[in-house]
């Protein structure tokens, strides 16, 4: 599975849409971008995931670029329960494991 | 809501004791994962499952065993528990092809 590097630490002001950058640069064709969160002292929880177009569910959305070296995650309206651990993962489809980085610290402030 | 479950949440057990950590999935998924999480630290692979009588050790070298003797059931054992061994255990679960994978609340384990 391809490996994705992501910024350390954001901030974002609550009620700001907070836009969260991951480079895979070696992404494959037939590899998936993931999302997902760990709020602390919980287990990981997913948010979305994409293979070259951009998505949107409840939560977030997706933007994937065209050559697909990189994407970004939006919260469109960021809360102070968004505070979390943010991880982007690549997998190849019906892969056995998702490897998880360091992840991006959200930090959203009043 | 995903509906896996771990039991206990939180455990302190002295050394050399020997352990079992439970996760249940109701989804009748049939893969599932056993993660271990330092505190502040990445999530690393330490077992995982294709289905019953499927296991795989992770890219993680763990002491830990586990089984699947059911598809919902997959525990963790710990022969002989050690202050080393004091981390977060995290168990998924997921549908083939590119589902996203279900996680606990984890087990939080102090070995004194």
């Known amino acids: 599975d391809a490996k994705t590097t992501q910024p350390p630490s954001m901030d974002c002001a609550e009620g700001r849409a907070a836009n969260l950058p991951c480079n895979h640069s070696?992404?494959?064709?037939?590899?998936?971008v993931y999302w997902y969160r760990q709020i602390h002292s919980q287990g990981p929880q997913y948010i979305i995931h994409?293979?070259?177009n951009n998505e949107t569910n409840e939560m977030a959305s997706l933007i994937i670029t065209e050559d697909r070296k990189s994407s970004t995650l939006i919260l469109p309206h960021a809360t102070l329960r968004d505070t979390a651990v943010y991880y982007c993962?690549?997998?190849?489809?019906?892969?056995?494991?998702?490897?998880f980085g360091a992840g991006t610290i959200l930090r959203v402030k009043s | 809501e995903a509906d896996i479950y771990q039991t206990p949440r939180y455990l302190v057990i002295g050394t050399g004791k020997k352990i079992t950590l439970e996760c249940s999935q109701t989804?009748?998924?049939?893969?599932m994962y056993w993660y271990q999480q330092d505190p502040g630290m990445e999530l690393h692979l330490i077992h995982y499952?294709?289905?019953?009588?499927?296991?795989e050790k992770g890219d993680l070298s763990s002491e830990s065993t586990v089984s699947r003797i059911r598809t919902e059931h997959f525990p963790l054992t710990l022969e002989s528990a050690r202050p080393s061994h004091t981390s977060q255990y995290l168990c998924?679960?997921?549908?083939?092809?590119?589902?996203?994978?279900?996680f606990g609340n984890g087990t939080r384990l102090t070995v004194t």
């Open positions: 998924a679960s997921s549908e083939w092809g590119n589902s996203p994978l279900h």
């Open positions: 070696t992404i494959s064709g037939n590899e998936y």
């Open positions: 994409g293979l070259k």
């Open positions: 993962i690549v997998r190849v489809v019906g892969g056995n494991k998702l490897v």
């Open positions: 989804m009748g998924h049939d893969k």
């Open positions: 499952s294709y289905g019953v009588n499927s296991t």
